[in-house]
């Protein structure tokens, strides 16, 4: 009986939930007091692997505001991944990133298998793993928001995709460990949803910043720009 290992995704970008599988387990080869102790260590090595470390992930909700599109057709269509700077979920600040696995035979169930999270996860009608964020109000977390992402900005599909392509930029081109730490914790993480706060001063730090790393993206920006006949 093999299941997959998930936990939950945060978007730093459109601050969504959804799920995002990390491995997967045999629970047929693991029974008795012995085999749980075995599935604990392998939920304990993935929490270790993803708590409070910031990944680029796939986003469906970023998917969709990319191309304009629904999840559903984005899966039939030839259109890359979007992938978006995203933490694991916590549900207490003490504690790691919450396990589930899937135990649904024909739709997705997430049940919690260990740390500290909902019990169950409740999925948007999207079909595409997105957590269905009014589902979180139960919790009564402070700063916790349960309300969907919205265009407020009424932005293009365009100008969502040059936010996370500089926001991706600056985070695979930060130097190294620390200044990438700097760069997320004290910049990025505290200004989510970026797409809510980007004009507040964050987007002329990320363009700096890439422009002071990565001259070569900026020159590519700039071409691409001339190429569409956008504004600088
Ligand atoms: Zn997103």
Redesign the pocket.
Known sequence: MVREIAMIGN??????FFVNVVGIVDLAENRGAKGKDVLSEQYESVQNKYTDKPELLH?????E?VYGIRFQEFVVSDKDC?I?L?NFMKFDEEEASPVYINSGEHKPKYTLVYGVGPKMLELDSSKSGRLYKPSFRALKLPGLSTKP?ENTKERSALEFKEIIDLVNQAVITARDADEKKSLIEDILVPNK?LFDNWENGIDVTVKDFVRDKCPEFVDYEITRRQILDLPN
Request: hydrophobic fraction near 30%; charged fraction near 5%; glycine fraction near 0%.
């Open positions: 978007c730093m970008m459109c601050d969504s986003c469906p909700t970023c998917t505001l979007v978006t995203s992402f949803p």
